[in-house]
């Protein structure tokens, strides 16, 4: 979708500038075909540097590993009684030991 919108708005910058070239022969016609594409193009080109952007955040803030559902937290495993918990939680719900915890180690 990236592409499309680079593309795109590429295309209709190019257009605009030829527009612009045309002026000598229909000067009203031609300025405002050549605002209109260029305005076109560089909001298009806007669109695929927020698309993009959006991927990479996507990317970086994905904490699934490959495989999981959305519905299955990962988990962490306790240091003290070896059982695996959630990792959202603060201590374990098991035997209350929390993993920053040096005193309970």
Known sequence: ???????????????????????????IAAFCTGISLVLSGALMLSVSDLLGRVTYL???????????????LPQRRCA??????????????????APNDEKNT
């Not at 979708?1 to 527009?19: E, H, N, P, R, T």
């Not at 003290?80 to 030991?97: I, L, M, Q, S």
């Open 58 to 72: 996507e990317e970086q803030l994905q904490i699934f590993a490959p495989g999981q559902t959305d519905s299955q």
């Open 1 to 27: 979708m990236k592409k499309i919108f680079s593309f795109a708005g590429v295309a209709a910058i190019v257009l605009g500038v030829i527009a612009f070239l045309v002026l000598l022969v229909q000067p």
């Open 80 to 97: 003290v009684c070896n059982r695996d918990y959630d990792f959202d939680y603060p201590k374990c719900p098991h035997c209350g030991h």
